[in-house]
């Protein structure tokens, strides 16, 4: 019927939205603004950090210009972790001379570098409805 209106207990019932939250990532310490900076946000330790081949993964390049914030919206609730590279020549992968990294890295919590990358562990962190906001570090060796 034209001219009626259904109230909220008469409106049909729609798919309820699933709860998800955002990400707020503040990156500090980049040596350049050249290339890109890119972002994988994985809940898969098997994956982390190089989530390359992790399907689930959610993946970001964003301009190393514009990347002094970077969100990542619509998260669902669990456990992740972060892994930035500086990918500053923008060939989209981290590059290495004698095993070492080329290019500049963080991750989510800060972990401490030692031999090799940190473990999933040091660096997850639970996300669930709330939106979170979490400072990162980037780090380089050559």
């Known amino acids: 019927m034209l001219g009626t209106t259904a109230s909220a207990s008469e409106a049909p019932a729609g798919p309820v939205p699933g709860i998800s939250a955002s990400i707020d990532l503040a990156i500090t ?15 898969n330790p098997k994956f982390f950090p ?11 390049k964003i301009s190393a210009v514009k ?6 919206a619509d998260v669902k609730p669990g456990t992740y972790a972060v892994a930035l590279v500086h990918d500053e020549n923008a060939n989209g992968k981290m590059d290495l001379r004698l095993f070492l990294p080329r290019e500049g890295f963080g991750f989510s919590r800060n972990p401490r570098i030692g031999m090799g990358p940190p473990k999933f562990k040091s660096a997850q962190f639970t996300i669930g409805s709330d939106d979170a906001h979490y400072a990162v570090q980037m780090k380089y060796i050559l």
């Open 29 to 43: 310490g980049l040596r350049s603004d050249k290339g890109n900076v890119l972002v994988c946000l994985s809940a």
């Open 50 to 60: 190089d989530c390359s081949k992790d399907k689930q993964a959610r993946k970001l």
């Open 67 to 72: 990347a002094q914030t970077i969100q990542i």
